[in-house]
Structures are given as structure tokens and as C-alpha cells.
């Protein structure tokens, strides 16, 4: 069965598995797909403009960039889950589950704002997570403050994971004014850096705060096909609910450390996905961070999935429907 081999802790498995995501990638990478537009290549912030600079001359590079880019992250996840357990059982499910529900819109699958501001939030996330019942807490609080305000400046919309830091913070530790103030220290400190730099060089000093009005405010557009995201929320949806409901259901068992993790991811998810209706200028590449917690609630649930058809049934549907993502521009393309 298709869910069983996919499960398995296995070499071979993951050879499988980056050949299936290499499937995914291969129609972006041999350029088939009509170059698409978003708010963000507009209007973005200081340092995703600056690597912007850099790389736009060099298309198939770009490209390139954003597929080790994607694969980083989905490899990063396996450690987070070593460190700070989510996933119970020993699998290489999360590396599959990131990597497909990025690529899953094949418009997406360039390099954007989202998907470097993933690696910071999510490292920033686990230097917060490393403070549990740790009494040397300041260093990885300002360290995760300082991660999470490149993040800022990298993609706009990065800003609402504030709130996930703190709240994350306040679930783990007692509260402490100090370090509230250390990791708010944090996320300034980059952001002093950048104001001082367009000081410095008569650019405004305000312009880096200009820039961050403008790219929360403005509203999203992006060049998407319409069917496809209506394909990826029952494709990913529906696993997403039962595997919720899965954790939901058997969290009082849990051990309090995995049950918090769980707790924050669950969370993460859900702000993730509010900010694409809440925030004016988020869009579809708000889906390369929800990616990360949502890989980790599904894996955790199909993992431990008991029974012989319905877990290999939405197993099956998640595929199914993100193959299907890949074909439907291909065959639109052609028509």
C-alpha cells in the first residue's frame, strides 16, 4: 500500500520521496510554465529586494534557488522534529508533506519572500521551543527575537509570527519580564540596522518602515489560476481536519512536552492561514510557511494511523490532488 511504503524509515524511502518531489519541480525547472506575478515583486521588503537584485538576471538560477531553497527547509523539519517532538514515530513523512504542499501551486515554485522568511521563523521557533524548563534562557530568546526580525525584513507578513513567539513563550515559561524584553530587543535590533543604513546613506530613514506599510497594506495579486488553490484545500484540507481532530482527541495521553509542541504547531497553523485573509497584502506564498506546521500535524497523524483503508483513502486524495495541481497548467498550457 502506498501510505505504508511512504511511512517507512528507510533510505530507499527517501530516494522515493525526492524523486516524487523532483517530478514536482521538473516541469518549473525546464522553464514549461508562463512566468507569473505577485504583490510581493512589487513591493518588497529591503532584503528580499536586495537578493531580488541579485539573482533576477539569472532566471533558471532563481529557479534553481528556490528548489534547494525548498528542500533545506523540508530537511531542517526532520531536525526540529528530532529536537522538539511532534511526530512520535521515526519517519520521513514531514520531508514529504513540506515539500508537496509548497510545490503544490506551480506558479509558486520560484523564489519569493515566503520561503526564506520560512527558515528564519521556523529556526527562531525552535530557540524558543529550547527553553522549556531551561534556566538559561535570555541567549536563545534574543537569538530567536534577532531571527525572527531578519524574517521582517525579508517578508512583510512575518510580523503576525510575533504573536506566535510570545504566545509560545508564555506557554512554556512563567512569565518574566526580562525575557519579554530581551526577545522584543530581538527583533529590533535588525530593523535598528536597517534604519541606520538608510540613515547613513541619506536614503530616509523612514523608508524602510514606508516599505513595511506598503507591503502589509496593498492589496494581494497574483497571476494564480483560480482552480488550482480550490483543488489544494480539499487535497490538503480534509487530511488537515482529520489529522486535528486525531491529535485533538488523543493529546491528554501525551506527555506535556509533545503535547506544547503540538499545542504551538497547531497554532502556527492557524495563524499562518488567518493571515492570509486577515493581512491586505498576503497571498498564495503565505502557503510555504503553513506548509511547515501543517507537514508536521499530518505526519503525526499518518504515522500512527490504525486501520487498513481510510488512512491509505486520505493519503490517497492528498496525492491524487496534487498531482493533478501539476497536470491541470500543463493541460492549459497546451490547449
Not at 500512527?304 to 496534487?322: H, Q, R, V
Request: proline residues 5%.
Amino acid at each position: 500500500m502506498l501510505l505504508k511504503f511512504f511511512r517507512r524509515f528507510r533510505i530507499s524511502t527517501l530516494l522515493v520521496m525526492l524523486g516524487v518531489i523532483t517530478l514536482f519541480w521538473a516541469g518549473t525547472l525546464m522553464q514549461k510554465y508562463p512566468p507569473s506575478t505577485f504583490t510581493f515583486d512589487s513591493f518588497g521588503m529591503p532584503l528580499y529586494v536586495l537578493i531580488v537584485k541579485i539573482l533576477s538576471p539569472y532566471s533558471f538560477l532563481s529557479k534553481l534557488v528556490a528548489f534547494a531553497l525548498t528542500l533545506t527547509v523540508a530537511i531542517y523539519l526532520l531536525q526540529f522534529n528530532v529536537r522538539h517532538t511532534v511526530v512520535r514515530q521515526r519517519t520521513y513523512l514531514p520531508f514529504l508533506f513540506f515539500v508537496l504542499v509548497a510545490s503544490s501551486l506551480t506558479p509558486l515554485q520560484r523564489l519569493n519572500p515566503a520561503i526564506i522568511a520560512n527558515i528564519f521563523i521556523l529556526v527562531s521557533l525552535s530557540h524558543v521551543i529550547s527553553t522549556y524548563q531551561n534556566s538559561e534562557a535570555l541567549d536563545h530568546l534574543f537569538r530567536s527575537g534577532l531571527l525572527l526580525g531578519i524574517g521582517t525584513l525579508l517578508y512583510a507578513p512575518t510580523v503576525v509570527f510575533v504573536f506566535l513567539i510570545f504566545w509560545s513563550i508564555a506557554t512554556l515559561r512563567q512569565f518574566n519580564l526580562r525575557e519579554w524584553l530581551v526577545t522584543l530587543v530581538g527583533i529590533l535590533v535588525p530593523w535598528g540596522a536597517v534604519v541606520f543604513y538608510f540613515y547613513w546613506f541619506d536614503l530616509g530613514a523612514s523608508e524602510p518602515f514606508i516599505q513595511l506599510a506598503n507591503s502589509l497594506c496593498l492589496e494581494a495579486e497574483s497571476s494564480a489560476d483560480k482552480i488550482a488553490p480550490i483543488i489544494l484545500c480539499v487535497a490538503v484540507g480534509v487530511p488537515l481536519l482529520v489529522a486535528i481532530l486525531h491529535m485533538l482527541t488523543g493529546m491528554g495521553s501525551q506527555k506535556i512536552a509533545i503535547r506544547k509542541h503540538q499545542n504551538i504547531m497547531l497554532l502556527f497553523t492557524v495563524v499562518a492561514l488567518l493571515s492570509f485573509f486577515v493581512v491586505p497584502s498576503c497571498s498564495y506564498e503565505i502557503l510555504y510557511i503553513a506548509a511547515a506546521p501543517i507537514s508536521l500535524l499530518l505526519s503525526e497523524y499518518f504515522s500512527d494511523a490504525k486501520g487498513k483503508y481510510w488512512p491509505e483513502i486520505l493519503f490517497l486524495i492528498f496525492i491524487l490532488g496534487l498531482v493533478s495541481m501539476q497536470l491541470y497548467p500543463l493541460l492549459m498550457h497546451s490547449l
